[in-house]
Each structure stands twice: as structure tokens, then as C-alpha cells.
């Protein structure tokens, strides 16, 4: 099927496929915490018949540097680009902390028809890195709701607040040896203490 592929730079940095003629069908795909365009899913989507978008939702311009209080409202604004591109049926495909995104969107959005949530969560954690104000501390929600940050499960309350609790003590265990696994490089600035007590993650990208 033949597609087109629109590169985006306003109101985000993203990447929009979908078949020549259109498609009733839209699809928003939202990476994880990688932070990345997902162009060769919209790409496959669009050749399967469905417009396709996403998009940079923290780290650019004018966006939080990390997942730190990321307004929902930034896909709500990518579904009104896809509606106005002619699609009525909607559905989105989330990894990760794009699958978190995904089902929260979707239970404050009714144009979202379905969600596709891989490796989802079924809590809203806290931050993974700084928010607009550059800050990672205080601990905060990774995302907002007309202006207000969604209710977020505290890793303290199950680690301890000092995380020196048993289950503290568990996480940490894991952190380190999976850190002891992954490639050289990729554990440059990896603090687990810090991980444990709520600071910056230790996390695979997705």
C-alpha cells in the first residue's frame, strides 16, 4: 500500500503516516521511556491502512526534560490533529510508560475507541527525571490532568521511607545485578541507592 510520511515539527517534534486517499482509522503510538519517535510502527500501521502519529511527548522544546509532570493534554492535541485529518475511529498503542499514558488518556478521553498498552502498569508512579522546572526532586506524578498532577503510588510507602526496608534492600539487590548485565556505557551515572530511595531510575529504554 502506498503511504505518505509527513516529518512534524510544530506544536511537537513527530512523524505522521498514513495511506494516500487517508483512513477512517488513526492510531497515536507512544514510545516509552526512550523518549523516541516510533516511525517504523506508524510506518506499518499506515501500510495496514491506518494514519498513524507520534511524537516526542518530554525532552523537547518546551517540554519536560524527563517523565516529571507531562501534561495529558499533549495527545489529547495529537488525537484533535488526527481527527482533523478525517479519522473517526481512534484507538492508541503505548510501551511501557506510553502504555501508563495510554490508559490514562483513554479514561479521561471518550474518542479513544481502544488501547493496545505493552508492558503496562497498573499505578501511576512517580518521575523519571527532571520537569520543566529542572528539578527531579521533590518526588512527583509523571503526568497532569488539567492542571493537576495525577495521584501517584509512592515508592516509599512500600520501601521505607529511608529505603532501608526489606523490600528496599530486594530492589536494590536486583538493580545492581542487572546493571552488572548491561552493555559498557549504559550504567554511566547509575546511583541504585538513589534509584531505590525515588531519585533518578535505573531502567531499560523502550
Excluded at 78 to 87: F, N, P, R, Y
Excluded at 133 to 153: L, Q
Aim: with cysteine.
Amino acid at each position: 500500500m502506498e503511504i505518505i510520511v509527513d516529518m512534524l515539527t510544530t506544536p511537537w517534534e513527530g512523524v505522521l503516516a498514513e495511506p494516500v486517499g487517508g483512513s477512517a482509522v488513526g492510531v497515536l503510538v507512544l514510545a516509552g521511556s526512550s523518549g523516541r519517535i516510533e516511525t517504523h510502527r506508524c510506518d506499518l500501521l499506515a501500510r495496514a491502512g491506518m494514519a498513524a502519529l507520534s511524537l516526542r511527548w518530554f525532552g523537547g522544546a518546551g517540554q519536560p526534560g524527563g517523565i516529571c509532570e507531562v501534561p495529558l493534554e499533549t495527545f489529547t492535541k495529537a488525537i484533535d490533529l488526527l481527527q482533523a485529518k478525517g479519522v473517526d475511529r481512534i484507538g492508541v498503542l503505548g510501551a511501557s510508560k506510553g502504555a501508563e499514558a495510554a490508559l490514562l488518556l483513554a479514561a479521561g478521553d471518550p474518542r479513544i475507541d481502544a488501547v493496545v498498552a505493552l508492558s503496562p502498569t497498573s499505578l501511576v508512579w512517580g518521575n523519571l527525571g527532571p520537569g520543566l522546572d529542572g528539578k527531579s526532586h521533590p518526588y512527583r506524578s509523571c503526568w497532569t490532568w488539567r492542571g493537576e498532577p495525577r495521584p501517584v503510588r509512592s515508592v516509599r510507602r512500600r520501601l521505607g521511607a529511608d529505603g532501608t526496608g526489606r523490600r528496599a534492600r530486594r530492589l536494590r539487590a536486583a538493580l545492581r545485578t542487572q546493571s552488572a548485565h548491561l552493555p559498557r556505557g549504559r550504567t554511566a551515572g547509575l546511583d541504585t541507592d538513589r534509584a531505590v530511595r525515588g531519585g533518578t531510575s535505573a531502567r531499560g529504554r523502550r
